[in-house]
């Protein structure tokens, strides 16, 4: 199973490729540091991949680590210290484990329960004006990274983990890829969306489209069980998928930044890079639970 979603993985990456030689005769110049991100994206997907392929112990405690990068990045991006930074932190991380030990029943009272804390303790503090800043962004790191997060680590428990994780994870990777390489070989439609202003609408269909194929090539590749709805999963997943990068894009440019952190060459930090996978977790999650 593994070597034929490798081929997929190799297949996708080699159209990718031909498009970014076909950027030399394009109107966007390549940059000079674009096939050594490339490399690292391509690298990135397939030690993920193998992560998940190995084991569910191994790819648990892999998704905690990476919750854990994108929770600091998080932080440090939005200047939150001390007790602020503390209880992002560490209600992310519970909120995680809660869902790798006990299942979806108690997730979402876990939430609702830490979400209601973090306010309380800044209301009832010396500087509740000041702590209440500093909790509307733990509370919104909280959610978009902990809360959504978890959803990666209640597929460790599921039956079909590998499969799962390669669909979820290879039709989020590849819109995104495909959506910035289509995007720049055809750059039309450019700015309409203000959060992300080098977005444009060609990218957006290539993306869409590139997913929905690459859902339907893991599809029949691993046998996933909802063999019939794959592509009504891959298009929800997709569309969640940018509007993860959306609200990323709109966060660093309302601080900003250019990117959360620099742990990746060429593509920032852990959380510019899971931000839509966080964000498509969720409905994956509960439209192949059923």
Request: aromatic content about 10%; some cysteine.
């Amino acid at each position: 199973m593994f070597a034929r979603v490798l081929a997929v993985t190799v297949a996708c990456f080699s159209i990718g490729a031909v498009l970014m030689l076909l950027q030399r005769r394009g109107a966007v110049p390549r940059r000079p540091t674009s096939w050594r991100k490339y490399g690292v994206y391509v690298l990135f997907v397939i030690g993920m991949l193998a992560l998940a392929r190995i084991g569910a112990i191994l790819y648990a405690l892999s998704m905690l680590g990476i919750l854990a990068m994108a929770l600091l990045e998080f932080r440090h991006v939005v200047g939150l210290r001390g007790r602020a930074a503390v209880g992002l932190v560490g209600a992310g991380l519970t909120v995680a484990l809660v869902a790798l030990l006990a299942g979806s029943s108690s997730l979402y009272a876990v939430v609702v329960m830490w979400a209601l804390v973090m306010i309380a303790a800044a209301a009832l503090s010396h500087d509740p004006r000041g702590d209440m800043w500093h909790t509307a962004w733990s509370v919104t790191g909280f959610i978009a990274i902990g809360a959504s997060g978890a959803h990666l680590l209640l597929l460790a428990q599921h039956p079909d983990r590998f499969p799962c994780f390669a669909f979820l994870f290879l039709v989020v990777c590849g819109g995104d890829a495909f959506a910035e390489l289509v995007g720049r070989r055809w750059p039309m439609g450019r700015g309409f969306i203000q959060a992300s202003p080098n977005k444009t609408l060609s990218g957006v269909a290539g993306g869409v489209v590139a997913a929905l194929i690459i859902g339907l090539a893991v599809n029949a590749a691993v046998g996933f069980r909802v063999a019939g709805i794959a592509a009504v999963i891959a298009l929800a997943v997709t569309i969640a998928g940018m509007m993860g990068d959306l609200v990323a894009s709109g966060l660093k440019r309302t601080f900003g930044v250019k990117d959360f952190a620099t742990a990746l060459p060429g593509h920032g930090g852990v959380l510019d890079r899971v931000d839509s996978l966080l964000f498509a977790a969720p409905p994956f999650y509960w439209l192949i639970r059923g």
